[in-house]
């Protein structure tokens, strides 16, 4: 399995960004996708999660109302639509699978992981 980060960058508060992770050898829809971030000194935090099997988005509260989840299937490709950024939300972003889907949120819970993108917000 290996999952693929782009889309990360620099933008201004107020902006928005794109993420996307392709993932090669998971097929796995009964499990959760999803995207964690962690700023330098922090530890790492779910940001919003998708469990296809259950029908069911998560996000952390943080980031509520200003991002978007989504996947699509034929691409093999999970995105994150980050809009209204603010500077708290600079941070490498990282893409995981194989969530199990009791808190989806829980980085522990997910056996794949992508190496990351940046994003900076200023």
């Known amino acids: 399995v290996q999952l693929v980060e782009s889309g990360g960058g620099s933008v201004q508060a107020g902006g928005s960004l794109r993420l996307s992770c392709h993932a090669s050898?998971?097929?796995?829809?009964?499990?959760?996708m999803g995207w964690f971030r962690q700023a330098p000194g922090k530890e790492r935090e779910g940001v919003a999660s998708i469990c296809e099997s259950e029908g069911r988005i998560s996000y952390a509260d943080a980031v509520k109302g200003r991002f978007t989840i989504s996947k699509d299937n034929a691409k093999n490709t999970l995105y994150l639509q980050m809009n209204s950024l603010k500077p708290e939300d600079t941070a490498m972003y990282y893409c995981?699978?194989?969530?199990?889907?009791?808190?989806?949120?829980?980085?522990?819970?997910?056996?794949?992981w992508g190496q990351g993108t940046q994003v900076t917000v200023s």
């Open positions: 050898g998971y097929t796995y829809n009964r499990f959760c």
């Open positions: 995981a699978a194989g969530g199990l889907g009791y808190d989806p949120l829980d980085r522990y819970e997910y056996n794949y």
